[in-house]
């Protein structure tokens, strides 16, 4: 059976798979409550909780922008290892101080932080519409590359079997089926055996790659005639634009709003903890790995284009599977764990934008079934129109990741700030936030990517704290002034 | 503060030398890398560092304190 219908077989059989787990989902849930349907009833153990957070975590960004990405940028790309394991460590800034106070609250969206902290505030629904629509449209964007990767997988693998329009709503509509009927219990379990396959897939493919290349010291000599530029230490704004990557990375992704769902989701904070720690290694597992994948792509494959590169991975299955029928079938299990993880994070981000629009956007009460009703309604229209514009496929995937972090920056203030700093207030955050978004686009639109190097996200940002310490600091009480009491908080 | 939560925040501060050494920034541009384990020098000292970060980051994580007691919190939290 050549590798095309193999892919079909193996696609058909996981699809099936994933659909008797929404089953077993929704027979496990306990009521229609947001809480059980958007947070699996705050009951994830730690080794489900370690592999959805490392399924959402490692997306089809991972899997198809980041080879793409090495292979564009050459050895420099070892940077993705370090912004990867930057989440976990900056996670250690909000996850302690979060979670208790998350767990007092019954808290389910991302935005009922905002809405407890800065409760009673002139200015606290401004800033939680802001943080909600910059999550919201960072959300959308995210499920828009997830999308596209998955049309470009299907299509490469099975040789335009599954076509890339039928990768993106066929595989969306599965998506959508498995997440509305079994929540984020079913979300999870999947992402469970997701993760799992991701990484054997993985550890297979890196083997096959390094071997076919004769190893990593004739990659590297040949990667430095073909291609010297990507194997020569880096100038000072290659260096300027890896530190400014691991801040934008570091800090945007703590306020991923299906993370933060996830800390809440946590049977208890040991466990959370212990997820964590694990989660540190998973950059070396994979991103590291990815990495080497997409270096090795160098000298195999002169000549891509730069929205090309981004298929060196399904282009490497193409060429493993070529090698030997016991390889088309290992590159099948690749494909299929590929496919896997691309639809682990697609389905997060699904069920997190559906409670996010439903709560904090249209303000539906947290413990209420029509609330759960809605943000599934929002999840199947959301779907509809990502789907529809997943049909430009020469957007590159790194860009739209950019694109995204450099929004879902602006929203670290109203958390990380907040949850240390007492004094920060409700509208000089909003104004920040509004100014660093603002600025952001501008630069986007404008096509100021990077200011010698650092991203312009990362600049906005730093416009954005500067308003909101210093609109707080002047709004602060004096002496002489009454103080107002305790904002009422919970 | 406990000898637990020191330690930790002195994980947490070497996590932040080893992530500054781990960016070529000392290093003189396009200069030709020696191959250390297949890769450019420069390279391999960030996976380096990146691997010991790891390891340093999980004992920090294995360190930390991750309450359910909300009182405990609300005392610290940036609100009440």
């Known amino acids: 059976m050549s590798l095309e219908y193999l892919g079909v077989a193996g696609l058909a059989v996981y699809l099936v798979a994933l659909l008797v787990v929404a089953e077993l989902a929704r027979r496990a849930r306990r009521d229609q409550s947001p809480a059980d349907h958007f947070l699996a009833g705050r009951d994830l153990g730690v080794f489900v909780l370690f592999l959805t957070l490392y399924a959402t975590a490692y997306s089809g960004n991972s899997l198809l922008g ?12 070892i940077m993705a290892t370090g912004f990867m394991l930057s989440i976990v460590v900056c996670f250690h800034a909000l996850v302690p101080r979060l979670r208790p106070i998350a767990v007092a609250h019954a808290f389910v969206t991302p935005g009922d932080w905002v809405r407890h902290r800065f409760a009673g505030e002139p200015g606290a629904r401004a800033l939680l519409a802001g943080v909600s629509v910059l999550m919201t449209l960072a959300l959308a964007n995210f499920l828009f590359a997830q999308l596209k990767a998955m049309g470009e997988m299907a299509d490469q693998v099975t040789g335009g079997v599954v076509s890339y329009e039928f990768g993106v709503f066929g595989l969306a509509l599965v998506i959508l089926v498995y997440e509305t009927v079994g929540g984020m219990r079913a979300v999870a379990w999947t992402d469970a055996a997701q993760g799992v396959l991701m990484l054997l897939g993985l550890a297979a493919l890196l083997n096959w790659v390094l071997g076919a290349s004769g190893g990593l010291e004739l990659m590297t000599t040949q990667i430095l005639e073909i291609r010297p530029a990507a194997a020569l230490v880096p100038d000072a704004r290659e260096c300027a634009n890896w530190v400014s990557t691991i801040g934008l990375l570091g800090l945007a992704s703590i306020v991923y709003p299906q993370a933060i769902q996830r800390i809440y989701a946590a049977r208890s ?19 590291a790995v990815v990495t080497l994948i997409g270096l090795a792509a160098i000298p195999r494959f002169a000549d891509l284009g730069a929205a090309e590169a981004d298929r060196v991975m399904p282009l490497l299955l193409g060429e493993w599977a070529a090698a030997s029928p016991l390889y088309a079938v290992a590159a099948v299990a690749v494909f299929i764990g590929a496919l896997a993880a691309i639809m682990s994070t697609a389905d997060s981000v699904l069920l997190s934008l559906g409670s996010l629009v439903a709560e904090d956007l249209l303000g539906r009460p947290r413990d209420d079934a029509s609330t759960t009703a809605l943000g599934k309604k929002v999840a199947a229209w959301t779907m509809l129109a990502m789907a529809c514009g997943a049909m430009f496929r020469e957007i590159t995937l790194w860009r739209l990741i950019e694109l995204k972090m450099e929004l879902l920056i602006q929203c670290v203030p109203a958390f990380l700030l907040a949850i240390h700093w007492r004094g920060l207030r409700a509208r000089p955050t909003f104004a920040g936030l509004v100014a660093g978004a603002a600025v952001a686009i501008v630069g986007v639109l404008a096509g100021w990517k990077r200011i010698g190097g650092v991203h312009i996200g990362m600049l906005s940002l730093c416009l954005n704290l500067a308003i909101a310490v210093a609109g707080s600091i002047w709004a602060r009480p004096r002496r002489s002034e009454p103080v107002r009491p305790s904002a009422g908080l919970g | 503060m406990s000898a637990r939560r020191r330690l930790r925040n002195l994980l947490l501060v070497l996590i932040g030398l080893l992530y500054a050494a781990s960016i070529p920034w000392y290093r003189t541009t396009g200069e030709t890398p020696a191959l250390w384990l297949g890769l450019p020098d420069w390279v391999a000292v960030a996976l380096g560092c990146y691997a010991a970060a790891a390891v340093l980051n999980a004992v920090a994580w294995w360190l930390t304190d991750v309450s359910d007691a909300p009182d405990a919190s609300e005392d610290r939290e940036g609100a009440s």
């Open chain 1, 269 to 287: 904070g040991p466990v959370l903890k212990r997820s964590l720690a694990m989660m540190s290694f998973m950059p070396l597992a994979t991103t």
């Open chain 1, 66 to 77: 980041y080879p793409g990405e090495a292979y564009r940028r050459g050895f420099s790309w």
